[in-house]
């Protein structure tokens, strides 16, 4: 079973841009199709984009469509998420989560995701 990672978090002005990573454990990373998921406090998780294993698939939440792109390195067993135009409604712990099941199935749904990492808290300040 892959192990997951997240770094890249921090503190950005309103307008700025943060590049999250999440590192895989395992020799089989790229039969994982993956996804960032984000929650503030006191709100539900929210899905923000996933990718499919071979990263020809990508999806994306309305509100961070434009503004955010995921992308996948299987060589490195890496996956990341570009945050650009960062508003302050983006502030929250962002989580990377791992599945098996594709993703025309599973979609933005965090249930169908069994493997997540510890998460890494962006803060946006207005």
């Known amino acids: 079973q892959v192990q997951l990672v997240e770094s890249g978090g921090g503190l950005v002005q309103a307008g700025g841009s943060l590049r999250l990573s999440c590192a895989a454990s395992g020799r089989t990373f790229s039969s994982y199709h993956m996804g960032w998921f984000r929650q503030a406090p006191g709100k539900a998780r929210e899905f923000v984009a996933a990718i499919s294993g071979s990263g020809d698939r990508t999806m994306y939440a309305d509100s961070v469509k434009g503004r955010f792109t995921i992308s996948r390195d299987n060589a490195e067993n890496m996956v990341h998420l570009q945050m650009n135009s960062l508003k302050f409604e983006d502030t929250a712990g962002y989580y990377c989560?791992?599945?098996?099941?594709?993703?025309?199935?599973?979609?933005?749904?965090?249930?169908?995701?069994?493997?997540w990492g510890p998460g890494t808290q962006v803060t946006v300040s207005s």
């Open positions: 989560a791992a599945t098996v099941v594709p993703l025309f199935i599973v979609g933005s749904n965090w249930r169908r995701y069994d493997t």
